[in-house]
């Protein structure tokens, strides 16, 4: 007797439509930059087509996703678009094809092939930690100054292995330097030779909104800078580092940054010491920096960072 194959039995093929990723991807560069412009012209696409994407997976899930007072976010079913969240970036860190942003420190690195690099331009590390929480980024490069609350180490003594940042997060700090102090070669200051924090205080000196770096900002206080508005939370040359070409106004700026900024503005250090450490690290959401396919992608961030200024500069210090 043959027997039969009840309905129930019968292998039903499951087909899996990457559109829904394709627009996910639209709806989460869209609460990352907060602008279907910007969007558009990242991802080149239309600027309605963005909008069309974005409602339609927005009405598919129910999310409510639209522009209010915080910008773009999901008002409904944040569960679901975290689940779904959570799998595109599985698939992308498998298929190494990573969303990678850089701090403010970096602005000249450029990443690898393959990496979708987004032009993320605040200087609030808190900023770049949540958008690594909510799997809108997946790698950072940036500083863990910022990050001493969450480290039971001082940045002096982190080696480069991996480091616990919150329940969430995962970084790998690799390279460390002092900031320095910097002004034009006319500036008053530079024929000093004996210069202290009540003479730096004479002079003007960019100064970031409250809540954005604090660290930082405190220590750069305690040196007497940080004392002129500097408006905003994203990074502008024109405003934090070519203000010092004035003759007047002083700054501070990675050790790797000097050399460009001596031949092109005539912005050289002061003689003062800061003593104030930057770690620089590849922070990553722990389902991606612990995911056995990211050594790849690491491997060839690290390799694009050793070729770069940052990594050929010698008063930048590599981790080990």
Not at 34 to 44: D, F, R, W
Not at 245 to 267: F, N
Request: charged share 20%; net charge neutral; with cysteine.
């Amino acid at each position: 007797m043959q027997l039969g194959i009840l309905p129930s039995q019968v292998a039903i093929p499951v087909v899996f439509d990457e559109s829904v990723l394709s627009d996910l991807d639209v709806l989460d560069h869209i609460q990352v930059f907060g602008s279907t412009v910007k969007v558009a012209e990242q991802l080149g696409l239309s600027q309605s087509s963005c909008s069309r994407r974005y409602r339609l997976l927005s009405d598919q899930l129910d999310l409510g996703f639209d522009r209010g007072d915080d910008g773009y976010m999901p008002r409904r079913n944040y569960d679901v678009l975290s689940a779904l969240r959570e799998a595109s970036q599985k698939l992308r860190v498998r298929r190494a094809v990573l969303r990678c942003s850089k701090g403010w420190q970096s602005p000249g690195l450029d990443l690898p092939l393959g990496c979708k690099q987004l032009q993320i331009s605040s200087m609030s590390t808190g900023r770049a930690l949540s958008l690594l929480d909510d799997r809108l980024v997946d790698v950072w490069f940036g500083g863990l100054l910022e990050c001493q609350p969450l480290i039971p180490a001082a940045l002096e003594v982190l080696q480069a292995n991996r480091l616990a940042l919150g329940q969430s997060l995962l970084a790998i700090p690799l390279l460390s330097w002092e900031y320095v102090l910097v002004s034009h070669r006319n500036h008053p200051l530079q024929r000093c030779s004996n210069i202290t924090p009540d003479d730096l205080a004479l002079y003007p000196s960019p100064a970031l909104p409250m809540g954005v770096s604090p660290l930082f900002t405190k220590a750069l206080q305690q040196h007497g800078l940080s004392s002129c508005p500097y408006g905003g939370a994203d990074y502008d040359a024109h405003r934090w580092e070519d203000v010092a070409t004035d003759g007047h106004s002083l700054t501070v700026v990675p050790p790797h940054r000097l050399a460009e900024l001596e031949s092109k503005l005539g912005v050289v250090p002061l003689p003062y010491q800061l003593d104030v450490k930057e770690v620089m690290a590849f922070i990553g959401h722990r389902d991606v920096i612990a995911d056995p396919s990211f050594l790849r992608s690491f491997q060839l961030l690290k390799g694009v960072l050793r070729t770069s200024p940052i990594g050929r500069c010698s008063a930048v210090q590599w981790l080990h």
